[in-house]
């Protein structure tokens, strides 16, 4: 597989040259000023790996509730306060159980700006996922390069190993058999 490193996008901004840069600059970076040409060819290549797929209004909770004690998890250091801080986001939760669809839709909402407003600045990630100590290091080189002329040993292990060293399956949809975007700056993958 490979691996597209996809860095913050206001990393290409370019800006206009100043005199101290020499000319040379202005060919390797044409498009100087203009950000949003070079984001939008990111976007698209992101968008052309990443899977949609329609949630339903129970999955975007359950994806909010998870996605809030992350970050929770980011914020609180300490194991007892954390447990403390998702009891009460927990029953923050269970209270909005039974509202009515266009409140629900309401709340989701409120909902996912607060989680946006409560992001930590360095969240805390895995240590093998992107962004961790862990990650890629010492990664199994492929079979292609260990036999050139194909012929595999009987033990060679028959799996193919994503860059965040699981098993690649179809059915988990941890499937990196062509390229994988790995957003350093987010810190995961798609």
Request: aromatic share 10%; charged share 25%; net charge neutral.
């Amino acid at each position: 597989f490979n691996i597209i490193f996809s860095p913050r996008p206001s990393a290409f901004n370019c800006g206009s040259p100043s005199p101290n840069i020499p000319v040379y600059f202005e060919r390797l970076c044409p498009h100087a000023g203009s950000t949003s040409i070079m984001n939008a060819t990111f976007r698209a290549a992101r968008e052309q790996f990443r899977q949609k797929v329609d949630l339903t209004h129970t999955q975007e909770v359950a994806r909010l509730y998870r996605k809030s004690l992350k970050v929770t998890l980011s914020w609180c250091i300490d194991r007892e306060i954390f447990n403390e801080e998702a009891t009460n986001l927990r029953a923050r939760f269970e209270a909005q159980r039974d509202a009515n669809p266009a409140a629900a839709a309401r709340i989701l909402r409120e909902g996912q700006e607060e989680l946006f407003e409560m992001s930590h600045p360095d969240p805390y990630c895995v240590p093998h996922m992107p962004g961790g100590s862990l990650f890629m290091r010492n990664p199994p080189p492929p079979l292609e390069v260990c036999f050139p002329d194909g012929n595999y040993p009987a033990d060679a292990p028959k799996i193919t190993i994503n860059p965040d060293f699981s098993e690649c399956k179809v059915e988990t949809g941890k499937s990196a058999t062509g390229q994988v975007v790995v957003d350093f700056y987010t810190k995961n993958m798609t």
